[in-house]
């Protein structure tokens, strides 16, 4: 069993409560838009996997991928940042989920926190929102889950001011 924290669009900000909800995590998600050097103190911290974003500089880019495809404890697992959500991909993500079939899809980018299970596909979606401040979300949010023999389990979220 591996205790995960998913992020995305800090935008160079962490805020304490990504410290606090992320401390018995075993591993970190960043779906992207990390911002100049949140990877870098996040990775200093626990191991991270990211994805970079639209407004990720050549500097992440050369150390993530757009799209990142893993086993994570029997569940496959695929992140990109710019994903959209059940019933409204963009061509090219759905050919990616047609081909990949992952058990989860995590992406970022919207700043709008989504966690919500995809029938067509038949995994688990999960858009953590924004973990920044920058942007036009009120409410700062984070997700935390376990995986479990090969499934996620005790999904929970956080949300703060983003003030």
């Known amino acids: ?4 924290g998913i992020l995305s669009d800090t935008h160079g900000y962490i805020a304490k409560q990504v410290w606090e909800f992320f401390k018995d995590c075993d591993e ?3 779906a992207g838009d990390c911002g100049q050097g949140v ?17 990720d500089g ?5 150390i993530t991928e757009e799209v990142a495809d893993f086993d994570c ?4 697992v695929l992140m990109t940042h710019i994903g959209g959500w059940p019933g409204h991909y963009p061509p090219q993500v759905r050919r ?7 058990d ?4 970022g980018h919207s700043h709008i926190l989504k966690v919500m299970y995809d029938k067509e596909f038949d995994f688990l979606h999960i858009n953590p929102g924004a973990a920044g401040r920058q942007g036009f979300h009120q409410k700062s949010t984070l997700v935390r889950l ?6 996620p389990k005790e999904v929970e979220i956080m949300e703060y001011s983003k003030f």
């Open 1 to 4: 069993m591996k205790r995960i």
């Open 28 to 30: 970190l998600w960043h």
């Open 39 to 55: 990877l870098e103190e996040l990775m200093d911290w626990k191991p991270v996997r990211a994805v970079y974003g639209n407004c």
């Open 58 to 62: 050549w500097d992440l880019r050369s």
């Open 73 to 76: 404890e029997g569940m496959r």
């Open 96 to 102: 990616m989920l047609e081909v990949a079939k992952p």
């Open 104 to 107: 989860m899809f995590v992406c």
């Open 146 to 151: 376990k995986v479990d023999d090969g499934k």
